[in-house]
T-cell receptor, first 112, second 111 residues
């Protein structure tokens, strides 16, 4: 069965304390892996798409990487405004149909 | 450029009723997906429409149905509402199923 697991469930960091969030997946027919940020009461905000192992993408203090079994979201020198839930999702294609599977997210709190 | 919009923002229904939720895609997008998100959980994929045809479906029963219109706006219909259908319903649009941009969601409460 296709599965996406994110860890840790929650993370508290001091401002400037770098860390990484993990997204491991077991799926067939992987087409892409997506990272989103979600603030309370709002829809997810797109961050990155990764398509193949070894690919990396960066945006401000965030860097996403992908291997054959997992993806990491590295946060460098975080600020309080980076506090949010970070969601990972995979897109699969098989038997002529697309599916999207989200993890349950990592709730990040950055303290000033 | 207009982003993804959804209506209504909030909705209260009773068990057994039917509901229609609406979504306007971002300009230039031809694909729309719908998700159900329970509190504290990740979004669960309901289905996806590409150029008015369904081309993806998650593990939701047939009472969850949808439409995509020629202008790429979309509807999610849920029949015979159950208490467990209470959730945030999210719509996301994309170009050819790539990067998805989400709307703010519709909060549905079933009593």
């Amino acid at each position: 069965e296709d599965q996406v697991t994110q860890s840790p469930e929650a993370l508290r960091l001091q401002e400037g304390e770098s860390s990484s969030l993990n997204c491991s997946y077991t799926v067939s027919g992987l087409r892409g892996l997506f990272w989103y940020r979600q603030d309370p009461g709002k829809g997810p905000e797109f961050l990155f798409t990764l398509y193949s192992a070894g690919e990396e993408k960066e945006k401000e203090r965030l860097k996403a990487t992908l291997t054959k079994k997992e993806s990491f979201l590295h946060i460098t020198a975080p600020k309080p405004e980076d506090s949010a839930t970070y969601l990972c999702a995979v897109q699969t294609f098989g038997s002529g149909t697309y599916k999207y599977i989200f993890g349950t997210g990592t709730r990040l709190k950055v303290l000033a | 450029e207009t982003g993804v919009t959804q209506s209504p923002t909030h909705l209260i229904k009773t068990r057994g009723q039917q509901v229609t939720l609406r979504c306007s895609s971002q300009s230039g997008h031809n694909t729309v997906s719908w998700y159900q998100q329970a509190l504290g959980q990740g979004p669960q994929f309901i289905f996806q429409y590409y150029r008015e045809e369904e081309n993806g479906r998650g593990n939701f029963p047939p009472r969850f149905s949808g439409l995509q219109f020629p202008n790429y706006s979309s509807e999610l219909n849920v029949n015979a509402l159950e208490l467990d259908d209470s959730a945030l319903y999210l719509c996301a649009s994309s170009l050819d199923g790539n990067e998805q941009f989400f709307g703010p969601g519709t909060r549905l409460t079933v009593l």
